[in-house]
Nanobody, 121 residues
Framework: QVQLVESGGGLVQPGGSLRLSCAAS????????MGWYRQAPGKQRELVAR???????DYEDSVKGRFAISRDNAKDTVYLQMNSLKPEDTAVYYC???????????????WGQGTQVTVSL
């Protein structure tokens, strides 16, 4: 059994910052890519940022220069530092991990439960 547990969401004013964390736990052999997605009301879930085990990163255009993704491979944890937040960043943010469960030989896709980020006065 594998779990992804997110933390760090909340209410912040425009221009403010938040840091999201997501820790993976359970019967994990190795983790490939970890990432953050978001879903605003009435919209499809979209990729925000992702990072490979080697540290290569990929960002959605609207967050480039404002958000930074990082990971601690020893702790199986991924972080998302969000700066200069805008009202349009308001969404539920989901952690994602592509990993190999111990005892298996294939990659599997896991999701966290989501954490609400609200940017408002």
């Amino acid at each position: 059994q594998v779990q992804l547990v997110e933390s760090g969401g909340g209410l912040v004013q425009p221009g403010g910052s938040l840091r999201l964390s997501c820790a993976a736990s359970g019967n994990i052999f190795s983790i490939s890519t970890m990432g953050w997605y978001r879903q605003a009301p009435g919209k499809q879930r979209e990729l925000v940022a992702r990072i490979t085990s080697g540290g290569s990163t990929d960002y959605e255009d609207s967050v480039k220069g404002r958000f930074a993704i990082s990971r601690d491979n020893a702790k199986d944890t991924v972080y998302l530092q969000m700066n200069s937040l805008k009202p349009e960043d308001t969404a539920v943010y989901y952690c994602n991990a592509i990993l190999i469960v111990a005892g298996t030989a294939h990659l599997s896709d896991y999701w966290g439960q989501g954490t609400q980020v609200t940017v408002s006065l």
